[in-house]
């Protein structure tokens, strides 16, 4: 009798006992987990992408200081005669940051005119947010070799000549302009992000005015690039280095491609060349 009750005692036992799991999940707790992260993830992937694009803009910066300082290094040893932009332009086989045998070629940086100053290194430094060498095998190369960036040519990259009104006329080309006749060196652009909207986006050498100073009222096509988000990093004649953001963009319709879509423009409030210009 003893017995049986022991073994009734032992079953009610049993049968009251909770199921459990050993380890794992139920399908309950990993749809919340799986939610959980899901949440998680979109909360911190801007944060993250945001952080990337900050060191990215953060090396950038520092490439176009390089470049700046760099040519203040040459006009030093050429009797305070900035770099030209693109000597004997006609000849189109010279620029800043390279020189090419023939025009169908990419511009060698082992051949331009900085490359002394650069510690021995190959040429300039690419902007780690600008893809150059996917670019340039779309584009073939055209401008390869600036790194993503772009000199104010059109009044630091020549000898210009006032004849009045705002109007220029390049006296010489082989050589840029002299630093003494920069009048606001902090607030006067040297380099800057560029690219360019021909049919696709392009590498281009040039940072451009918003008007041509050789013919006074003729906009430029936009080449300064706000790469970084909304910024384009910009490199005064002084030597220092900011971020800009775009307020003002156009196309001539000369090119197909779209400027505005491809973050091309300018910034500033002013619809003038004083951001270039030396005056």
């Known amino acids: 009798m003893m017995h049986l009750l022991r073994r009734r005692r032992a079953h009610s036992t049993r049968a009251i006992r909770l199921p459990t799991h050993a380890g794992g999940f139920t399908l309950v707790e990993l749809i919340i987990t799986i939610g959980v992260l899901t949440l998680l993830v979109s909360i911190l992937l801007p944060s993250l992408s945001a952080a990337r694009e900050s060191a990215r803009q953060t090396v950038c910066r520092s490439n176009l200081r390089q470049i700046a300082v760099t040519n203040t290094f040459y006009a030093d040893d050429h009797d ?14 010279d620029r800043w940051h390279g020189r090419r045998d023939r025009i169908n070629q990419p511009f060698d940086a082992s051949k331009g005119p900085l490359r002394l100053y650069f510690d ?13 060498r996917e670019i340039a095998a779309e584009s073939g190369g055209f401008e390869q070799g600036n790194g993503g960036y772009g000199y104010n040519n059109a009044y630091l990259g020549v000898q210009l000549v006032m004849m009045g009104a705002g109007e220029y006329v390049v006296a010489d080309d082989r050589g840029g302009a002299r630093m003494h006749r920069i009048r606001r060196p902090s607030e006067t652009v040297m380099f800057a992000d560029t690219a360019f909207a021909r049919d696709r986006l392009i590498e281009y050498s040039f940072a451009e005015p918003r008007f041509h100073p050789q013919y006074p009222g003729t906009r430029m096509d936009p080449s300064v690039h706000f790469r970084h988000g909304d910024q384009a990093n910009v490199a005064g004649a002084d030597g220092h280095v900011e ?11 000369f090119y197909e491609g779209d400027p505005d879509r491809l973050k091309l423009g300018w910034f500033g409030s002013a619809d003038d060349n004083s951001a270039f210009d030396l005056d």
């Open 243 to 253: 971020g800009r953001r775009r307020t003002f963009t156009w196309t001539s319709g």
């Open 80 to 93: 305070g005669v900035l770099v030209p932009g693109a000597a004997n332009f006609r000849a189109n086989l």
């Open 120 to 132: 021995g290194e190959r040429g300039i430094r690419d902007c780690p947010s600008f893809d150059a």
